[in-house]
């Protein structure tokens, strides 16, 4: 499907078939009589509707759409990428840390398995949990607002994390680090918001690279810090990127569409002004056209599933699960699949015999470069992303990845005793189930007007969470009992899920942000 060049009053919407229908500047199709709304509104916009449909605005006018496909790519986004990759640096470095502090309290505090998991899954819980306030809460008062605070409060409450005490309190500590950790998606939200539709795939894609380079960080981390400063030592230094970013955040600028929908317009004006002077452009003439919700409840969960919305957000919400629950085992899987002793078939059946320190193995050196190789896969899979994101367009990129990471996961029903091949396996696996997130990232802002858009990443998040939180119990527990059924199980959600990205009602290549 090409994608027409058009002037900057006008943009394309696919429907269902896959049909081109123009629009233009106002958001109205072709066909529609002046002065009424459209039948071809995109899904939600019943809830946001412009003051340009009423028809009384002059013909000088623009959208913050229009105004940023105009402005371009520039030194602006290059600023905000930086500050916003750092913010997904930070939350990779957390997230990684799952993978290798179950293994050193393991051996610590004589963990059993369940307590691992538990552990792992105290932290989903968090963020499950926060997923839908934070969403709501960046509706209401704005992802800049929402971001800082949670930045805050994450640095605060993983820092304490690294003192604590006993068992009970570092699953509390985890928990309250996964409640901010739940903020993180809103800055793909704010960054979406401010690309051209054009570049828009790529760049969020692109995003994941720093993402990648959290997780890599931390390996490189935990290999130099492990043998002398233990895992509080570890916890304690992966807060320093989570504070750099809370002491720049005060550079994010607040979404312009945000402002613009919130009858905002001269703050809106004032951040285009802003986009325009730094990326040398010229500032589009003309009134800004502020759509009218003001008497319109914002950022509420229950218009998720309003009829033209409820298909889409079911099945998001479906593989959003499903991606977290796939990606997050073969992270855990990871280094429980290392620590086996001969064949991968000689793990099964050990539940519950390794909880002394006699039976305890800790991570060696070289776990730690098996470990960063599966994680550089992260890499590969971006690029393979963008490479395919654009030409198969987000519905099928989703459904291609399932299916590659399907393919790759079959091999560990094979009772390998030979590293190189389990640690190839295991890089194919993460690099492609780590494009399926890249991909649904694109595709969840795009799909939400702007009233619905932070709800509608942040109630996905949670859900991504929610998967998140099953999966230790798979990797962690179900694997000593049989390596093979806790494959299956991964495959089995896969598979479903490559059916639901099939399924989703809308393919948002080409498609104006609304």
């Not at 030409?391 to 030979?418: D, H, P, Q, W, Y």
Request: charged residues 15%; aromatic residues 10%; glycine residues 8%.
């Amino acid at each position: 499907m090409n994608r027409n060049n058009r002037d900057i009053g006008s943009y394309e919407e696919f429907d269902e078939d896959g049909n081109s229908i123009a629009k233009d500047s106002l958001g109205g199709s072709s066909g529609s009589p002046p002065g009424s709304a459209p039948s071809s509104l995109d899904p939600g916009a019943h809830i946001e509707m412009s003051a340009a449909v009423s028809g009384v605005v002059p013909d000088d006018t623009f959208t913050v759409d229009q105004a940023v496909n105009a402005l371009g790519f520039g030194k602006f986004q290059v600023k905000l990428s930086l500050i916003t990759g750092l913010c997904w640096m930070a939350d990779s470095m957390e997230m990684m840390i799952l993978a290798i502090l179950s293994p050193a309290l393991h051996c610590d505090w004589h963990l059993s398995e369940w307590k691992q998991a538990f552990l792992t899954t105290s932290v989903f819980i968090g963020m499950m949990i926060s997923s839908a306030f934070w969403g709501n809460l960046s509706d209401k008062y704005g992802r800049k607002r929402s971001l800082r605070l949670a930045a805050v409060m994450l640095a605060y409450w993983g820092l304490l994390s690294a003192f604590a005490p006993t068992y009970n309190w570092i699953v509390l500590l985890r928990g309250l680090v996964g409640f901010a950790i739940g903020c993180i998606p809103q800055s793909v939200t704010l960054y979406a918001e401010f690309l051209p539709a054009h570049q828009r795939g790529k760049c969020v894609v692109l995003l994941d690279c720093f993402w990648a380079v959290g997780a890599c960080a931390e390996v490189i981390l935990a290999l130099w810090v492990m043998p002398t400063m233990g895992w509080t030592g570890l916890l304690a230094l992966s807060t320093v990127p989570l504070i750099l970013f809370a002491l720049v955040s005060h550079w994010l600028p607040e979404s312009a569409r945000y402002d613009a929908a919130s009858g905002e317009s001269e703050k809106a004006l004032a951040t285009l002004q802003k986009i325009a002077d730094e990326n040398g452009k010229p500032m589009l003439l003309g009134r800004l056209i502020v759509d009218d919700v003001a008497q319109v409840n914002r950022g509420r969960l229950m218009d998720l599933l309003v009829p033209d919305l409820k298909w889409t957000t079911l099945l998001l919400w479906f593989i959003w699960t499903s991606c977290a629950f796939c990606y997050y085992g073969v992270v855990l899987m990871t280094t429980e699949l290392f620590e086996a002793k001969g064949n991968l078939c000689s793990l099964s059946g050990t539940e519950g015999i390794y909880t002394c320190s006699a039976d305890c193995h800790p991570l060696s050196s070289e776990d730690y470069l098996d470990l960063l190789w599966t994680t550089l896969a992260e890499f590969p899979g971006i690029f393979f992303t963008i490479l395919v994101i654009e030409k198969l367009g987000r519905k099928k990129t989703m459904a291609l990845e399932f299916i590659i990471f399907v393919i790759s996961i079959i091999f560990l029903f094979i009772c390998t005793s030979n590293r190189t091949w389990l640690t190839f396996i295991l890089f194919v696996a993460r690099g492609i189930i780590s494009g399926v997130f890249q991909a649904a990232y694109v595709y969840t802002p795009e799909v939400y007007p702007t009233s619905l858009r932070a709800v509608g990443v942040g109630t996905c998040s949670g859900m991504a969470r929610f998967g998140a939180m099953l999966t230790p119990v798979v990797a962690q527990v179900l694997t000593r009992t049989s390596v093979h059924l806790a494959t299956a199980t991964y495959g089995i959600v896969a598979i479903l899920a490559i059916a639901a990205a099939l399924m989703l009602p809308i393919e948002t290549r080409g498609r104006a942000m609304s």
